[in-house]
């Protein structure tokens, strides 16, 4: 029969393991690629905002020498502010699962505004208005590509919301398993309550060299400063959350790690107290 | 007494803690069989997403005796110079056909030959006053240098076509005939989004 409990108990603290190692993982992508404000804070200390706005100016200026127009008339067609609403109105629809558009009115506004200024009202004839026109949906189109940088924003809208429901629902169910290993602990560790923090140091030490594993994985296998996905700016943001979130799962392993070995020297200390002294 | 506690207490530890890692090595090797090669992949997939400065190596762009072109000039940069004297041109050419390349000088378009390989070549350039603006006084007969940094190629314009942006049938790649198109925007005092080409085609001089 003891045997058996112990058994028993070594199943709990594998199960144990795993639960805390999906428990922790779970909680990482929620608090970093879950959370919204994460996101904007991310861009806020990789300057993406700026990087972003740079790039538009720059592809207004792809245009610009083709276009036989004044440079005047490409200034000021975008703020700052609003390619950071833009860009967060963007975030925001893949954190909600909706599909709100970007407004481009004002770029157009802005555009002709420029032109009337610089060349005079009416200035244009027909077929000029009409390349102008043009001209002001390429502006628009190249706009939206470069808030956006793809085209599957739609998609992942669709997604993203019902993933993280889901990894929520998964997150309760992981702590109801975890409480519910810990009370088979208790229910089969009637006579020597304080045995459970063996098991739970043992899962807490197992749970924790896996993370420093995984880690040393990924490190060894993808080169996460160089990594480069769609633009410098995005590059850089990636960059910034794939090193914290290892930052994370270090810190977690060593933590874990670290509170196993207390865990099980006190343990065994008072068990051994008890018995010899 | 104290000593044997501490005795009991370091081995009973130090079994706990190889339980532990032994736990690991099965989840470990539990993920390894069941989905090691899926993980493997991920990796080796991410791992190629970035640039290795690092082991960038150049070499110098050759063309040998059947003129096929060896290490191919790097995307992005110049490895030639376009003179056309009728209209006192002389701008740099790079290979590809970004606007960040074409706000420096002509660009080459990546799906067409190099000059020297004996098939098409297509260059664009903008029609800034000190680029392609003057392309209009083009005449047959007048003379285009490519001045690769592996050889020089001359060639003799043959013909001018004003084109719709969407026909790119007009601009044919073929491997057996050294033409040189290069095309600007038209019309050249043209103002908004220019939905036409003016293309110059000059074939390669013996």
């Known amino acids: ?277 | 007494m104290h000593n044997k506690i501490i005795r009991k207490t370091t081995k009973a530890t130090i079994i706990n803690i190889i339980v532990a890692l032994f736990i690991t090595l099965a989840i470990v090797l539990l993920i390894y069989l069941f989905c090691g090669a899926e993980i493997g992949e991920v990796i080796s997939i991410a791992s190629k997403i970035g640039i290795d400065v690092e082991n960038k190596e150049e070499k110098e762009t050759i063309i040998n005796e059947e003129n096929e072109i060896e290490n191919y000039p790097e995307y992005g940069t110049q490895y030639a110079t376009i003179e056309i004297p009728t209209i006192d041109v002389n701008l740099p050419v790079y290979f590809g056909d970004t606007y960040e390349v074409l706000k420096k000088g002509v660009g080459h378009s990546s799906g067409s030959y190099f000059p020297g390989e004996g098939g098409s070549i297509v260059f664009m350039g903008h029609n800034f006053p000190t680029f392609f603006r003057r392309f209009s006084e083009l005449k047959k007969g007048d003379k285009i240098i490519v001045k690769a940094n592996y050889g020089e190629y001359q060639y003799k314009i043959y013909d001018m076509q004003i084109i719709k942006e969407t026909e790119t049938e007009k601009l044919p790649i073929q491997k057996d005939r050294e033409i040189l198109m290069v095309y600007t925007c038209y019309p050249f005092n043209n103002i908004g989004y220019a939905t036409q080409r003016y293309v110059v085609y000059a074939e390669r001089e013996k």
């Not at chain 1, 290993?181 to 140091?201: E, K, M, P, Q």
């Not at chain 1, 810190?251 to 509170?259: K, Q």
């Open chain 1, 1 to 277: 029969m003891k045997t058996v409990k112990k058994v028993i108990r070594y199943m709990i603290s594998i199960l144990l393991t795993i639960l805390i190692i999906l428990l922790l993982f779970t909680l990482i992508v929620s608090f970093t690629l879950g959370h919204k404000e994460y996101i904007y804070q991310k861009f806020d200390e990789t300057d993406y905002y700026t990087k972003i706005y740079e790039q538009v100016v720059s592809s207004f200026e792809d245009y610009m020498y083709q276009s036989g127009l004044d440079i005047k008339v490409f200034e000021n067609l975008v703020s700052k502010e609003k390619v950071k609403k833009d860009t967060n109105t963007i975030i925001s629809n893949i954190f909600s699962g909706i599909n709100e558009e970007i407004e481009t009115q004002s770029i157009k506004d802005n555009f002709n505004a420029n032109i009337d200024r610089i060349m005079g009202n009416n200035a244009l004839n027909i077929t000029q208005r009409k390349a102008v026109d043009s001209l002001i949906d390429k502006l628009v189109k190249k706009y939206t590509d470069t808030i956006l940088h793809f085209e599957y924003e739609n998609k992942i809208n669709n997604y993203y919301k019902v993933i993280m429901q889901y990894m929520d629902i998964f997150k309760k169910g992981i702590i109801i398993a975890i409480a519910v290993c810990i009370l088979a602990l208790i229910g089969i560790t009637t006579r020597r309550i304080y045995r459970i923090f063996n098991f739970l140091g043992i899962s807490c030490i197992s749970s924790g060299t896996f993370l420093i594993i995984v880690n040393i994985v990924i490190n060894t296998g993808i080169k996460i400063q160089k990594l480069a996905i769609l633009s410098d700016a995005m590059s850089e943001v990636i960059r910034s959350i794939l090193t914290q979130i290892l930052n994370i799962i270090t810190l977690s392993g060593c933590t874990l790690i670290a509170v196993g070995i207390i865990s099980i020297v006190l343990t065994n200390l008072i068990h051994n107290w008890r018995k010899y002294a």
